[in-house]
T-cell receptor
Framework: ETGVTQTPRHLVMGMTNKKSLKCEQHLGHNAMYWYKQSAKKPLELMFVYSLEERVENNSVPSRFSPECPNSSHLFLHLHTLQPEDSALYLC????????????FGNGTRLTVT | AQSVAQPEDQVNVAEGNPLTVKCTYSVSGNPYLFWYVQYPNRGLQFLLKYITGDNLVKGSYGFEAEFNKSQTSFHLKKPSALVSDSALYFCAVSPRSNDYKLSFGAGTTVTVRA
């Protein structure tokens, strides 16, 4: 048990669908993150929330829309995705300090058809 | 902007032999440095970090890493590798600016053969 739970584990969606990824952390952390992991590439930071306020948005296309209703929950809303968006989407949480390690969930494997 | 380079896509070693996974970084000022490991179908797990002080950092599962400021390197090492160490390893760097800007390398796949 990692303390960070992501659902669903696998998702297949068409380009016209709307779906959401969910992340929940039970570690009492104040910061939550979405990362995109593609094979042979560095992890790409998508969004960061600190105390439910978005503090980082790395030029992510608007077809990805994050939501952080409280410090324990993080969502990634998806609509009109492209096949190149297929990847492993990882949620993470951490403490406030910049040397705090990230705690990752097991990810959602997304396939866009 | 900071960056991390892991020059080897793959490292293969025999069980019982020393294991080294290389990492170099670029960042403004003094860095925080991290190593993470990812097993198949799992998220990343924290192994160790360098903040300040002793250049040799010890972490989980018998791993250690050496910070070398002049060479801007932070290589991960284990004196005697196990088959269970086979996984994907990521190096990461953060500036000391408390702005959540942690940058990862592309990862190195380690295979330990019995």
């Amino acid at each position: 048990e990692t303390g960070v739970t992501q659902t669903p584990r696998h998702l297949v969606m068409g380009m016209t669908n709307k779906k959401s990824l969910k992340c929940e952390q039970h570690l009492g952390h104040n910061a939550m993150y979405w990362y995109k992991q593609s094979a042979k590439k560095p992890l790409e930071l998508m969004f960061v929330y600190s105390l439910e306020e978005r503090v980082e948005n790395n030029s992510v296309p608007s077809r990805f829309s994050p939501e952080c209703p409280n410090s324990s929950h993080l969502f990634l809303h998806l609509h009109t995705l492209q096949p190149e968006d297929s990847a492993l989407y990882l949620c993470a949480s951490s403490g406030d300090r910049d040397n705090s390690p990230l705690h990752f969930g097991n990810g959602t494997r997304l396939t866009v058809t | 902007a900071q960056s991390v380079a892991q020059p080897e896509d793959q490292v293969n070693v025999a069980e019982g032999n020393p294991l080294t996974v290389k990492c170099t970084y670029s960042v403004s000022g003094n860095p925080y440095l991290f190593w993470y490991v990812q097993y198949p179908n799992r998220g990343l797990q924290f192994l160790l970090k360098y903040i300040t002080g002793d250049n040799l950092v010890k972490g989980s599962y018998g791993f250690e890493a050496e910070f070398n400021k002049s060479q801007t390197s932070f290589h991960l090492k284990k004196p005697s590798a196990l088959v269970s160490d086979s996984a994907l390893y990521f190096c990461a760097v953060s500036p000391r600016s408390n702005d959540y800007k942690l940058s990862f390398g592309a990862g190195t796949t380690v295979t330990v053969r019995a």
